[in-house]
Nanobody, 124 residues
Framework: QVQLIESGGGSVQAGGSLRLSCAAPGPTFSSYAMGWFRQAPGKEREFVGAINWSGDQSHYADSVKGRFTISTDNAKNTVYLQMNSLKPEDTAVYYC?????????????????WGRGTQVTVSS
């Protein structure tokens, strides 16, 4: 299993912004769909959004649509999650994940490679 590496988490007040990064190990991931998930204490891991490396396909959870944006930098093999207008309910550990093909991208179990997560805390 390949390890993805997230960074950029932290603490912010409601209404603020954070940008998370996910570094993939190399261009072999070009055929993968890249997803972001989050898990709050006592809750199941949930889908946040996903993108393909060309950036022409993306999908977001309703709870973050219009506030979060996923983008890719192919030269750096890095995926970003820009989070704006953050709310206390966005507080969670955020995970980056990868799966082959752009199919069922909202399903947690379909992702093969995962990062260890980065904490995002939003205070009111």
């Amino acid at each position: 299993q390949v390890q993805l590496i997230e960074s950029g988490g932290g603490s912010v007040q409601a209404g603020g912004s954070l940008r998370l990064s996910c570094a993939a190990p190399g261009p072999t991931f070009s055929s993968y769909a890249m997803g972001w998930f989050r898990q709050a204490p006592g809750k199941e891991r949930e889908f946040v959004g996903a993108i393909n490396w060309s950036g022409d396909q993306s999908h977001y959870a309703d709870s973050v649509k219009g506030r979060f944006t996923i983008s890719t930098d192919n030269a750096k093999n890095t995926v970003y999650l820009q989070m704006n207008s953050l709310k206390p309910e966005d507080t969670a550990v955020y995970y980056c994940a990868a799966r082959l093909l752009w199919v069922a991208v909202t399903i947690t179990d379909q992702y093969v490679h995962w990062g260890r997560g980065t904490q995002v805390t939003v205070s009111s």
